[in-house]
Structure formats: C-alpha cells, structure tokens
C-alpha cells in the first residue's frame, strides 16, 4: 500500500513538474514576499555553471517543516538575465510589482557579462519580467535596495567591479516616473562601500548595517578595503535627504561582517543575521538585535543565538513571527544550504515547524515596512509594505549582553 501511493507520488511528480519543485541550492539570490508568497530568485550556483534563472517560491499561508518544505516553480517566470548580488524590491505603489536593479549580470544567450539593462521588472499579475528603459543608470553590484511609502527606491554606493572602485553616491529611483537620479549631498557622506544591508524605519530613517568600505574609493584587490564597524553606523533621513552617523551602544560586542541580513520586526528591532568577517572567519555573534527605538540605538545578543546555522550570501524576510532563511553558504560544512531556517522572533529561538499566521492582507492600516535582508555582500533586499494587522507580539525574551571579549575580530 505504502509503495503504491509512493509510486503515484512519483507519476505525479514526473507528470506535474509544479509539484514539489526541488530547486538547486544557491547564494547571492533574492528573496521577497508578494501577494503571501516567499518569491525566490536569481543567485549564484558555483558549479559548474555560475547563475540560475528560474523564479520559484513557498506559500506562506500553508504550514510546513524547515527541512521538508514544497516549493513551486513559477512555470514561466524564468528571468531574462542571470544576476546574483542584485537588488530587488517590491513596489510600495503597486504590490504585483517587483523591480530588479543592479548586481552582477550575465547574458544568458552569450554566456557573457552583460550590463546593458539595470532595471527589470517582474508583474505577478502576467508572472512575466520585462526589460525597462531607464536613463542615467550606473551598474553596480552588492546594493541592497529600499523602497520607501511614496513608491521612491534609494540604492546607496556599492561596487564596480569593472572599474575597481566602491562609491558612496545616493541615487534614487522614482517607480511612478522610472526616473533615475542622483542626489547631491555632501555633507557626513560615509566612505565608499558595498555589501552592507539596508533597513529602512518607521519613520523614514535607512539603517545602513556592516559591509566593506574604502575611503579613495578604488581598489585593486579586495585586501585593501577594511570591514565597516557596527559600531558607528550610517543613517540616511529619506524626509530631509541627510546623511548622519551614529556611535550605537554594545557595538564593540559585533563583529564587522558581509553578506549578512537585516530585517526589521514590526516593533522597531533590527535582527542581524549571519555573514563572515575578516579573513572569511565565522562571525560572532551570528545573531544580533538593534533596538531602533532608544534614542541611541543599542545591540544586544538574544540568549538563543548559539544554534544559530552558520550562512553568508543568504536571505532573510519577516513573515508573521518568523524570519525566513534560505540557500546561502553553510559555513560549518562548506557546502551551499539547502534548506530553510526559521527564527521565531517573539523568543528569538530557531524553530522547525511553520505555522501560518492569519492571512496578511493590505488593509486600511499604515504601511508598514517589511524587510527583507540578504545575505551581505551582495544584498538583496527587499521591503513590502503592508498594512498589517499584526498580534502584537510579547516579548519576554531574555537578552544578554556579551562581554566585549566575546568579539573573534
Ligand atoms: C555552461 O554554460 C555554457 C553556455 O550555456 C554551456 O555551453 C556549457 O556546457 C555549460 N557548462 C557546464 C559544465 O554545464
Ligand atoms: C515532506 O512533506 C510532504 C508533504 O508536504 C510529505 O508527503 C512527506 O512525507 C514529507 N517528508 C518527510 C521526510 O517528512
Ligand atoms: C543577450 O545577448 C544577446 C546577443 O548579444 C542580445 O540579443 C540580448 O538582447 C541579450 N539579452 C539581454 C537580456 O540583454
Ligand atoms: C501587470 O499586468 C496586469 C495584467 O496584464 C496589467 O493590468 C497591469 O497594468 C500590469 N502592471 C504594470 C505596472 O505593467
Ligand atoms: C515621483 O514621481 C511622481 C509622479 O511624477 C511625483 O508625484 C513624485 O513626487 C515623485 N517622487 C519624488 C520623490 O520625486
Ligand atoms: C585610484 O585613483 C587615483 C586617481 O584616479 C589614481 O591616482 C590611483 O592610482 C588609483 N589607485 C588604484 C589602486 O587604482
Ligand atoms: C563616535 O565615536 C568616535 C570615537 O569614540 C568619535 O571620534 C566620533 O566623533 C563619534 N561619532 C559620533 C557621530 O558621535
């Protein structure tokens, strides 16, 4: 009997490739939430061939087990490009509407770089991408992308790979008008970096957290760029287009790090995870809190985050009360991570089982951030503003403070 409905089980399989899509684990990929949906995309195989192009995701709305989940290919949402370190965010404006800027691109007809479109966009309604003609646009990689309420997406510095240089420009990209430009500010710039992520706040405030940085801006070789401190951290006021820095309390304690995630909770918090440090070294603490709502932001470390996996080049959303994880580099075993991690952000402990919260629909309520981090260097992200009807969540989580010796930097 039991080998009877396992052999229908394969029939349906091998007839119905939507069924239990298994796809190939990778890093460097985007991930958002659209219409319920944990959408994946794009991102960097190693071996032996360097990107995918498929799109395929996980309904948010069904219950499953972290190491046994179902995912579904969108059958014709297969990207027109190769990219991984790419940005990607979903409309404030319009929610079926996903624009991918930037990252490292590769044509899939030629097999060759190619940078000739920045801009992409996905419309879930039609489930197709199109090219989209934007002017002014200049290529960068290892961006992370964020959109504000009013549908405007700020992508800060990142790299050139092509050039050697790293930049500290703030552009802007008005979805409304698809117009591009770059703001002129010169004032508390922060110096030239890429593989940071990117958060933006409640009230208008993008928390810029870790990556590399280098002050001429070119490099010849990555050795020469330094790890940026999570301790004084950069800030962007999208109302007043200001720049500022912040010395941010229990910084000492978190180690620099790339290709990392940020998500903000719906209570103010910033929840860092994963990333390596210098030299490649696992970083310590994996997991960390930013509490963005003390006048001078302060780390802690929640007490659970020694069972932490070790990933960089990952992703990370906030769905309900829970963080998302997928794919990225599996530090411990030094094999590409197959499967999804969960965070319960109530407790802050990593749990197995998803349990679908009430559906999350746009309603009448404020738009709400919800971000997406991605795993550092290159990093995607990703923020859906939904009017959110949350449980509001109890946090009777113990938070330790490390010792600052605990620091492997
Ligand atoms: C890599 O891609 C190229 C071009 O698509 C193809 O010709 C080649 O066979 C692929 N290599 C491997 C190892 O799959
Ligand atoms: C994985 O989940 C599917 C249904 O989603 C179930 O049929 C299967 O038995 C599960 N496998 C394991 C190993 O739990
Ligand atoms: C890939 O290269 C081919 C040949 O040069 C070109 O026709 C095509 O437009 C390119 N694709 C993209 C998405 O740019
Ligand atoms: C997305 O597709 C739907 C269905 O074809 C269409 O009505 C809508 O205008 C499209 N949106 C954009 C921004 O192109
Ligand atoms: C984006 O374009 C729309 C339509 O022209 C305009 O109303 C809006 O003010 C623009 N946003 C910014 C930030 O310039
Ligand atoms: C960086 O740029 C400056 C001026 O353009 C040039 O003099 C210098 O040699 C460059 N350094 C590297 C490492 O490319
Ligand atoms: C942060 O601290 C450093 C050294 O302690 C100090 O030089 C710098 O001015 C401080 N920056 C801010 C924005 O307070």
Same mark, same amino acid.
């Given at each position: 009997m039991l080998s009877f409905s396992l052999i229908i089980f394969c029939i349906t399989l091998l007839i119905n490739p939507i069924l239990c899509y298994v796809p190939e684990n990778r890093m460097g990929h985007n991930s958002v939430i659209i219409h319920n949906q944990l959408l994946v995309f794009g991102g960097w195989k190693?071996?032996?061939?360097?990107?995918? #192009?498929?799109?395929?995701?996980?309904?948010?709305?069904?219950?499953?087990? %972290?190491? +046994?989940? %179902?995912?579904?290919?969108?059958?014709? $949402?297969? *990207?027109?490009? #190769?990219?991984?370190? =790419?940005?990607?965010?979903?409309?404030?404006?319009?929610?079926?509407?996903?624009? *991918?800027?930037? $990252? #490292?691109?590769? +044509?899939?007809?030629? +097999?060759?770089?190619?940078? %000739?479109?920045?801009?992409?966009?996905?419309?879930? %309604?039609?489930?197709?991408?199109?090219?989209?003609?934007?002017?002014?646009? /200049?290529p960068r990689q290892e961006i992370k992308g964020i959109i504000d309420n009013k549908g405007t997406a700020y992508i800060f510095g990142g790299n050139n790979f092509k050039m050697g240089r790293l930049y500290n420009d703030m552009h802007i990209f008005n979805v409304s008008t698809m117009i591009w430009s770059k703001l002129s500010i010169n004032h508390n710039l922060p110096s030239p970096s890429c593989a940071y992520t990117a958060t933006i706040l409640e009230n208008g405030i993008i928390v810029y957290l870790g990556g590399i940085e280098i002050d001429k801006g070119n490099y010849t070789s990555r050795s020469e760029v330094t790890f940026s401190s999570m301790k004084t951290i950069s800030l962007f006021n999208t109302l007043k287009s200001e720049w500022s820095q912040m010395n941010v309390t229990g910084g000492d304690d978190i180690a620099p790090r790339v290709f990392h995630s940020s998500v903000l909770t719906t209570d103010g918090y910033i929840i860092l995870f994963g990333g390596y440090g210098r030299n490649k070294k696992i970083v310590s603490p994996m997991l960390a809190i930013l509490d963005t709502n003390k006048d001078i932001y302060e780390w802690t470390i929640p007490s659970s985050s020694d069972s932490s996996p070790c990933l960089y080049a990952h992703t990370a959303n906030l769905y309900g009360n829970y963080m998302i994880v997928t794919f990225g580099l599996d530090m411990?075993?030094? !094999?590409? +991570? =197959?499967?999804?991690?969960?965070?319960? !952000?109530?407790?802050?402990?990593?749990?197995? /089982? #998803?349990?679908?919260p009430p559906i999350i629909t746009k309603s009448s309520s404020k738009a709400l951030a919800i971000g997406l981090g991605v795993g550092g260097g290159v990093f995607l992200a990703i923020f859906v503003s939904i009017g959110v009807t949350f449980f509001k969540r109890h946090r009777r989580v113990s938070i330790l403070k490390i010792p600052e010796s605990a620091s492997i930097i």
């Open positions: 190693m071996e032996p061939n360097t990107s995918t #192009y498929e799109m395929f995701y996980l309904d948010l709305t069904k219950p499953f087990d %972290s190491k +046994n989940q %179902s995912w579904d290919l969108v059958l014709e $949402g297969y *990207l027109p490009v #190769y990219t991984y370190f =790419s940005a990607a965010v979903v409309s404030t404006l319009d929610d079926d509407i996903i624009y *991918l800027i930037g $990252g #490292y691109r590769i +044509n899939i007809t030629t +097999n060759k770089k190619d940078y %000739s479109n920045v801009v992409y966009m996905y419309n879930y %309604s039609t489930t197709k991408w199109t090219t989209q003609k934007v002017d002014n646009v /200049t411990d075993k030094q !094999v590409l +991570n =197959s499967q999804i991690y969960l965070l319960d !952000v109530t407790y802050y402990t990593w749990v197995t /089982t #998803y349990t679908p």
